[in-house]
């Protein structure tokens, strides 16, 4: 009996001799110390190690909250833990990454439209004609968006969803085309919320990605991404009831791409080489005869990014085409091809874009809008070609911006010129833009605009227009 007391008043007395060393020599290093200087035997070792080993209340009570919170953390299950994102805004839950991103914009918007006359018309002009001046405050060709998106990687696959609701400032007079009819500037409407995204991705860096749902189209998509008046107004449309958006360069330098129904895939990217395909639900013209469409769409885009010295390129093409069966008989396929290029040396951005394309189109309801003839015996198409261009040069905080863009459209027939004498011939605008970069996040805008519609029978109309307003993104 007293030699065990003996060696726990030794032990004890080690103990305390050694607690004055790092917080490593904790007890458990304490004993093997001892073993090994031989104060304790092998059974007397392994008995008090297996003693240490035992949970203690009243230890756990008397610890450090140092301790006390790392063997907390420590029984946590990390992969339920919630963090920060790195970059943007989001959060890390778990295997997911849940990342939010919006803009909200508005600008005020005075229009000058073209006074009235019998030789003002033209069918598919973008120029407004009207017996006054209007004042507007509305979004820009950009409505205000909310995009939600998750990823995570499962079976050794990145797969991710993406939500993106795009509501307008504007009250909306809801009918064929939902939030994006004409506007209705009356008390008690309300906006229209345009939820354009709601796709699924998934694929691998050495595969690519597949991507199944509603997203921007390939066709054209280049031509209005890299418009300046994207982030502004450009050509108003109708000012005095203002729709979600403005039209920007719709019409007036590239037909708009929209956002469709898709399964689509993007290869990896190959010395900045990449490449993208789909299948896409058809569409109907706004304009022509009545289909009943058997055949899907089909899609495709090849864009390049290069760097040669300080100048920073990036190339691209893209094509649509898709048959049309006229209900009643009959059919024709809408087809277009298009290019573009934006170079960028020092603060300086030149972008410069082309379009060529037959029964697709020219104007602002959307793809397939007057591609077609819509009367007379048969369908016969009519084609069309468009062009922008454009320079933006950036100093410190300002940037001041200007381009020029048309879109013409051809008749289909002789009997067409006959059926539609005022049928458009050439949209164009040129737009003068001044931006300052308040925050990282807002963006103040001053635009000025003109914009000319001709018809094929002479007939002309020209208007003006100013935009003030400011852009948030974050």
């Known amino acids: 009996m007293n030699m065990k007391k003996a060696l726990c008043a030794s032990v004890a007395l080690a103990t305390m001799a050694i607690a004055a060393t790092p917080a490593y020599a904790g007890t458990a290093e304490l004993l093997k110390r001892l073993h090994e200087k031989g104060i304790l035997s092998d059974e007397e070792y392994a008995e008090l190690l297996a003693e240490e080993a035992k949970p203690s209340p009243v230890a756990a009570s008397a610890a450090p909250a140092g301790d006390t919170m790392t063997r907390a953390t420590e029984s946590v299950d990390s992969s339920r833990n919630v963090r920060m994102?790195?970059?943007g805004i989001g959060l890390e839950v778990g295997p997911a990454t849940i990342t939010f991103s919006g803009s909200v914009n508005g600008f005020y918007v005075h229009d000058n439209p073209a006074t009235p006359t019998a030789r003002t018309a033209v069918t598919g002009g973008i120029a407004?004609?009207?017996g006054n001046n209007s004042s507007a405050i509305r979004n820009g060709l950009l409505p205000g968006f909310l995009k939600v998106s998750v990823a995570a990687k499962q079976s050794g696959w990145d797969v991710g969803a993406t939500f993106g609701m795009y509501p307008g400032i504007n009250s909306t007079a809801y009918g064929t085309l939902g939030a994006n009819n004409g506007g209705q500037p009356t008390a008690l409407a309300t906006a229209g919320i345009d939820f354009r995204q709601t796709f699924m991705t998934f694929g691998k860096p050495d595969v690519g990605t597949f991507k199944i749902g509603r997203d921007i189209g390939l066709f054209a998509s280049e031509a209005i991404l890299n418009d300046i008046t994207l982030l502004s107004s450009?050509?108003?449309?109708?000012?005095?009831?203002p729709a979600n958006t403005t039209l920007g360069r719709i019409g007036v330098g590239y037909i708009y791409t929209d956002f469709q129904p898709q399964i689509t895939y993007t290869s990896p990217s190959f010395s900045g080489l990449q490449a993208s395909v789909g299948v896409f639900q058809p569409l109907s013209s706004l304009t022509g005869p009545a289909e009943s469409n058997s055949a899907p769409g089909f899609q495709g885009k090849l864009t390049y990014d290069g760097k040669f010295g300080e100048v920073a390129t990036r190339l691209w093409v893209s094509g649509i085409t898709q048959k049309h069966d006229v209900v009643g008989g009959g059919s024709f396929t809408g087809s277009g091809i298009d290019f573009g290029g934006k170079v960028t040396v020092g603060p300086l951005t030149a972008t410069g874009y082309y379009y060529t394309a037959s029964g697709l189109g020219t104007t602002v309801l959307g793809l397939f809008d007057t591609g077609v003839r819509q009367t007379g015996p048969g369908v016969a198409k009519r084609d069309?070609?468009?062009?922008?261009?454009?320079?933006l040069a950036t100093f410190?905080?300002?940037?001041?911006?200007?381009?020029?863009?048309?879109?013409?459209?051809?008749?289909?027939?002789?009997?067409?010129?006959?059926?539609?004498?005022?049928?458009?011939?050439v949209n164009s605008s040129y737009v003068g833009q001044v931006r300052y970069?308040?925050?990282?996040?807002?963006?103040?805008?001053g635009e000025y605009i003109h914009s000319k519609a001709v018809a094929h029978s002479g007939n002309k109309a020209e208007s003006d227009a100013v935009a003030l307003g400011g852009i948030l993104f974050f």
Request: proline share 3%.
């Open 85 to 87: 994102t790195e970059s």
């Open 128 to 130: 407004s004609v009207g």
């Open 234 to 241: 450009g050509t108003p449309g109708n000012n005095v009831a």
């Open 384 to 391: 069309s070609s468009g062009f922008y261009a454009q320079a």
């Open 396 to 425: 410190g905080k300002v940037s001041v911006g200007g381009s020029y863009g048309e879109s013409r459209l051809d008749y289909a027939s002789n009997a067409d010129r006959l059926a539609n004498p005022n049928l458009l011939d």
């Open 437 to 445: 970069g308040l925050t990282s996040w807002v963006t103040l805008i």
